[in-house]
T-cell receptor, first 113, second 114 residues
Framework: DTEVTQTPKHLVMGMTNKKSLKCEQH?????MYWYKQKAKKPPELMFV???????INESVPSRFSPECPNSSLLNLHLHALQPEDSALYLC????????????FGQGTRLTVV | AQSVTQLGSHVSVSEGALVLLRCNYS??????LFWYVQYPNQGLQLLLK??????LVKGINGFEAEFKKSETSFHLTKPSAHMSDAAEYFC????????????FGKGTTLSVSS
């Protein structure tokens, strides 16, 4: 199984809602990532978890809250988002940092209304 | 600063023609370099990677890339384009250094005409 599974595929939420994005992999990878991608732009790194510990936070606003409950799961909790947060959110995993490719999920298309 | 630059935001070729997508990197430490492809409304798929060793790297779907340290380049090529190659291509870089993560170039849109 070389898949990274993201749910949901599409999400529409209001600015006062709380929602969560989920990501799961069963490749035994110990590094997991959240990226944000706007239309016609490259993915932008948000968070990196190594061995279930947050190792990189790219100055992401606190309305985005990551969580890594175990080595297979990665969540992104969303609260009080703004319309400009609408984007494709991509999860990725790799066996360890550097020297190996990252496997990407299909993404969650988020629309904030 | 460590970075990766893709030259040309849009490349158009005819079916059967050579595909050349350009990528240059800037790094003070040995780089790991990757090419990813993204089809509309999908995630990213790895085409090929360079870490160490052989500088000519072969990937999936007939693509290959050559790491040239003297030119700080990692250009992607395919001898004969196919209609199904039309997509967004990203060159990505990770420094062989603790505390770093994958950084993407701005991307190149490849169009293939019949």
């Amino acid at each position: 199984d070389t898949e990274v599974t993201q749910t949901p595929k599409h999400l529409v939420m209001g600015m006062t809602n709380k929602k969560s994005l989920k990501c799961e992999q069963h490749m035994g990878h110990r590094a997991m990532y959240w990226y944000k991608q706007k239309a016609k732009k490259p993915p932008e790194l948000m968070f990196v978890y190594s061995y279930e510990k947050l190792s990189i936070n790219e100055s992401v606003p606190s309305r985005f809250s990551p969580e890594c409950p175990n080595s297979s799961l990665l969540n992104l909790h969303l609260h009080a988002l703004q319309p400009e947060d609408s984007a494709l959110y991509l999860c990725a995993s790799s066996s360890y940092r550097g020297n190996t490719e990252a496997f990407f999920g299909q993404g969650t298309r988020l629309t904030v209304v | 600063a460590q970075s990766v630059t893709q030259l040309g935001s849009h490349v158009s070729v005819s079916e059967g023609a050579l595909v050349l997508l350009r990528c240059n990197y800037s790094s003070s430490v040995p780089p790991y370099l990757f090419w990813y492809v993204q089809y509309p409304n999908q995630g990213l798929q790895l085409l090929l990677k360079y870490t160490t060793g052989a500088t000519l790297v072969k990937g999936i779907n007939g693509f290959e890339a050559e790491f040239k340290k003297s030119e700080t380049s990692f250009h992607l090529t395919k001898p004969s384009a196919h209609m199904s190659d039309a997509a967004e291509y990203f060159c990505a870089f990770e420094a062989n250094q603790a505390g770093t993560a994958l950084i993407f170039g701005k991307g190149t849109t490849l169009s293939v005409s019949s």
